[in-house]
Nanobody
Framework: QVHLVESGGGLVQAGGSLRLSCAAS????????MGWFRQAPGMEREFVAA?????????????YYADSVKGRFTISRDNAKNTVALQMNSLKPEDTAVYYC?????????????????WGQGTQVTVSS
């Protein structure tokens, strides 16, 4: 069982930055693949970024990004602290959404929300123009 709690959302002007954090419970955090998704009003929840599990290094794992955020967002993890972060730079109004942290023990297909077993409650990110 994994319990996820996001933090770090807020209101920022276009071009600004925010750093989201997700704190996870459980002693097997390093074995989970972690993802960030977002959902704007009236839209489906969409993939943002993912980082694969790593029992070898405390911050390791392969990373994956949606095309819309590639080069602007960076996902990272710290297995010693049971956290995963999403650094968001050069924010645009279209990045406005509720951002969710998710965990899965399934490898591959990280873009699909269907493989994720655990979800956080979400944190609001609003980017003003």
């Amino acid at each position: 069982q994994v319990h996820l709690v996001e933090s770090g959302g807020g209101l920022v002007q276009a071009g600004g930055s925010l750093r989201l954090s997700c704190a996870a419970s459980g002693r097997t955090f390093s074995r989970y693949n972690m993802g960030w998704f977002r959902q704007a009003p009236g839209m489906e929840r969409e993939f943002v970024a993912a980082i694969s599990e790593s029992a070898v290094t405390e911050s390791g794992g392969s990373t994956y990004y949606a095309d819309s955020v590639k080069g602007r967002f960076t996902i990272s993890r710290d297995n010693a602290k049971n956290t995963v972060a999403l650094q968001m730079n050069s924010l645009k109004p279209e990045d406005t959404a509720v951002y969710y942290c998710a965990a899965t023990s399934t490898s591959g297909s990280y873009y699909s929300r269907n493989i994720y077993e655990y979800w956080g409650q979400g944190t609001q990110v609003t980017v003003s123009s």
